[in-house]
């Protein structure tokens, strides 16, 4: 499985993409169509037309690194409602490379810590 280091950022292509294309066809899928810098060192995902194959590119210090992945039986599920270019967590990424519907995932309520009113941002 991959590991990350917690500063990388994942996005999504949302529209199937040709799997034939490589590290350049989709270095410019990434500037054009998520209007991201493909040197940034984030992950980024793509998925083919028939869903059953996907590509994960990032920039690894001195040149383009693919992930590819091809399933036998089954499709990828991607979140339903990402508009283009939309970040996921790791932990998202990880659901969908191990086949798990995220359409049928619940997830239980957390705390979330929100800065009390009137304070300072800076302190």
Known sequence: MLSLPPSVRIFLCVQPVDMRRSF???????????????FSGHL???CGKRADRIKLLYWDNDGYAIWYKRLEQG???FPEGLKEGAEIAFTDL??????????KITRSRRYVRRPAEG????G
Request: proline share 6%; with cysteine.
């Open 94 to 103: 990880t659901l969908l490379l191990e086949g798990i519907d995220p359409r």
């Open 24 to 38: 350049d066809g989709l270095a410019a899928l990434v500037q054009e169509v998520l209007k991201r810098d493909p």
């Open 75 to 77: 499709r990828f599920r």
């Open 119 to 122: 304070a300072c941002a800076g």
């Open 44 to 46: 980024f995902v793509f």
